[in-house]
């Protein structure tokens, strides 16, 4: 069975957010199944991968866009070192930029390459098994393969959409119809939703399965979708909850390069001590203290607007008794009020940016990891936490509620319901409250670092979607 997956991101060449941790995993352990052949495609970058790879152009051909004639060019990385064979489309202008997202003509960009892939298919006569679509950004490809005749080769062919964030579904005006390929007027309705072409709702309406990347995300579209609910219930008959897994080879605290003190589940109360000392070291901390941590993006559905008065408020209510370090960007105004924070306190730290190698330090470092999110379809962070030895202390919502259980019900982490300071900030009074109870927390590293979140079983469910 020949699987294509089709992504705007893909670890370790881009990478925004879990879409990327995904589709940079799932394919290789698919690849692991006896019979299956799994593949990613996704647009070129001008990201240091690309000039530290060799790559071969196999396709050079165009495509129209309205009245532009744009050059597309298909790259495949020569040595499959990921695991999988890896394609990129380059198109001069539009797939040729520095990062995945950000830019005024976005529309352009995703139409483009969702365009590129299937005439590249077409042209070269390559049918695969599946065509696994991943988020938007691929949203209209299932339409285009049974309703745009330029792109009848592929007419039939197995489609499967996961949805990794439903607040996000490219929405754009119909006036952007003219530049897509020809395609079946009156099917234009399978496209619409309340009067714009929305990529994720025809996503839905047109594959064959959609899944979604935990079964308690899928619970939660049916009563909030930002307006896609009623569709989501119309369609249920063939939607899917899959929780994520990870990979276990990059996320392996025993193994991990980017780590000074590496560790397994036998020695790992004293090799954390020790990462947390460095980290401490370097960042002023106090290492006697509990390290709570946060690591994301600044934006209102992962909680990070609450990040400011949380810093403030559990330092004050505990008079010091904690150390805070927050990795992330986004939001400025959050951006400048913790860094007004850091300078004013010595015990929160805080690192402006995406750093990958700082993210493993602080997962092996930290004793509670913060997820308070108000949105989290599966998330990944608490499951690198718990695989470091981390506790995770988060909101109960979504994937989080799927993978963390807390300790008051035989579980090793620790739930909040609200989205709010004060639950917030009454989570953490119990973490510290754990911490300075002898051997509880040494209970809780072993215990995390037992559960199993590696890709083998989410990909075998995956299998047997494409096959059913």
């Not at 990201?47 to 790559?55: G, I, L, N």
């Not at 219930?233 to 590496?262: C, H, S």
């Not at 608490?382 to 579980?411: A, F, N």
Request: one cysteine or more; charged letters at 20%.
């Amino acid at each position: 069975m020949v699987i294509y997956h089709l992504s705007t991101e893909c670890y370790p060449i881009a990478k925004v957010g879990g879409l990327a941790d995904v589709v940079g995993a799932l394919p290789k352990y698919q690849n692991k199944i006896k019979g299956i052949d799994a593949k990613v495609v996704m647009p070129w970058y001008n990201k240091s991968f690309v000039y530290d790879h060799e790559f071969d152009i196999i396709f050079d051909g165009f495509i129209h866009q309205g009245p532009n004639m744009l050059q597309v060019q298909v790259l495949k990385e020569k040595s499959d070192s990921l695991g999988f064979e890896l394609y990129m489309v380059k198109i001069p202008g539009l797939l040729d930029r520095d990062n995945p997202y950000g830019y005024q003509d976005e529309n352009f960009q995703f139409l483009a390459f969702q365009q590129g892939i299937l005439h590249w298919l077409c042209a070269m006569e390559i049918r695969p098994d599946v065509l696994h679509c991943h988020d938007y950004h691929t949203g209209l490809i299932p339409f285009m393969v049974e309703h745009c005749p330029e792109f009848g080769f592929l007419k039939g062919t197995k489609t499967i959409g996961t949805i990794h964030n439903g607040e996000y579904q490219g929405m754009m005006s119909w006036n952007m119809a003219q530049y897509m390929p020809s395609f079946d007027a009156y099917k234009w309705g399978l496209m619409d939703w309340n009067g714009f072409i929305n990529p994720l709702a025809s996503m839905i309406k047109c594959s064959h399965a959609f899944t979604t990347v935990s079964e308690g995300y899928l619970e939660e579209l049916f009563i909030s979708f930002r307006g896609l609910e009623s569709l989501v219930r119309q369609e249920f008959g063939k939607a899917y909850g899959i929780i994520n897994g990870i990979d276990t080879e990059v996320w392996n605290p025993e193994t991990d390069p980017m780590l000074d003190f590496n560790f397994n589940r036998k020695n790992a109360v004293a090799q954390k001590k020790k990462n947390k000392a460095k980290l401490c070291k370097e960042y002023g901390l106090k290492p006697e203290l509990p390290l709570f941590a946060f690591i994301g993006r600044f934006a209102t559905e992962k909680g990070a607007d609450l990040l400011p008065d949380v810093v403030w408020r559990s330092i004050k209510q505990s008079y010091g008794a904690l150390n805070i370090m927050i990795l992330g960007s986004g939001n400025t105004y959050i951006e400048n009020k913790l860094k007004e924070y850091d300078y004013t306190y010595t015990n929160f730290a805080l690192d402006l940016g995406y750093k990958e190698h700082l993210s493993h330090k602080i997962y092996a470092s930290a004793d509670f990891l913060l997820m308070p999110s108000r949105v989290e379809p599966c998330g990944l962070n608490q499951m690198y936490s718990m695989r470091y030895g981390t506790v995770p202390v988060v909101r109960y919502t979504g994937g989080l509620r799927d993978t963390v259980e807390d300790i008051s019900t035989g579980g090793a982490g620790l739930n909040f319901t609200y989205a709010g300071v004060d639950d917030i900030v009454h989570t953490m009074n119990r973490a510290l409250a754990m911490y300075n109870q002898k051997g509880v927390m040494d209970d809780l590293i072993h215990a995390n670092m037992s559960f199993d979140f590696a890709w083998e079983k989410s990909a075998e469910k995956y299998i047997a979607l494409y096959t059913n």
